[in-house]
T-cell receptor
């Protein structure tokens, strides 16, 4: 079966750095996405990785290792507004998005 | 960037009535649209995938006669919840995938919060 694992909840301090991991086992791979979802709102796109390596976009970076079935989202200089759920999703061989359950990130002052 | 709108943002209806939710891609052509449902504190659940001009593909456990999906044009898909009941109260979110630059990801609408009394 298809499976995406990410921690349920993480806590970090304002101004710090946090890394949210995601491991996946899917039928085929056409890329991995990270989305941010604030409570009561729809997800918003953060990043897309299809090749191995690190993609940096401002305070957020995303890493992918296809051989290990592993990705992480790195958030730097955390701000209170970064408190949200972060969803990892993989595009499988049928171009369907397989979603992780999401990681709730709590930022403390 | 690619923008997807949803209408209405929220709706309250009586049990037994039908509710139509619209999803529009504003600045690109969406060859594929997805409908999701999300209950409080739970993950997104894919309900169905629709390609323009063809019948929607429903996920297992989703009643296609209850959740009617129409993807009549490259910029509009509608979800109609027929004979809504309180257990249908949820956050309904659409997303759209296009061609070219917009084919790399799914762009989400802002969601529609449905409350059935």
């Amino acid at each position: 079966g298809q499976n995406i694992d990410q921690p349920t909840e993480m806590t970090a301090t304002e101004g710090a750095i946090v890394q949210i991991n995601c491991t996946y086992q899917t039928s085929g791979f056409n890329g991995l996405f990270w989305y941010q979802q604030h409570a009561g709102e729809a997800p918003t796109f953060l990043s897309y990785n299809v090749l191995d390596g690190l993609e940096e976009k401002g305070r957020f970076s995303s890493f992918l290792s296809r051989s290990k079935g592993y990705s992480y989202l790195l958030l730097k200089e955390l701000q209170m507004k970064d408190s949200a759920s972060y969803l990892c999703a993989v595009l499988d061989s049928n171009y369907q998005l397989i979603w992780g359950a999401g990681t709730k990130l709590i930022i403390k002052p | 960037g690619a923008v997807v709108s949803q209408h209405p943002s929220w709706v309250i209806c009586k049990s037994g009535t039908s509710v139509k939710i619209e999803c529009r891609s504003l600045d690109f052509q969406a060859t594929t649209m997805f409908w999701y449902r999300q209950f409080p504190k739970q993950s997104l659940m894919l309900m169905a995938t629709s390609n323009e001009g063809s019948k929607a593909t429903y996920e297992q456990g989703v009643e296609k006669d209850k959740f009617l999906i129409n993807h009549a044009s490259l910029t509009l898909s509608t979800l109609t919840v027929t004979s809504a009941h309180p257990e249908d109260s949820s956050f309904y979110i659409c997303s759209a995938r296009g061609t070219g630059r917009e084919s790399d990801t799914q762009y989400f609408g802002p969601g529609t919060r449905l409350t059935v009394l």
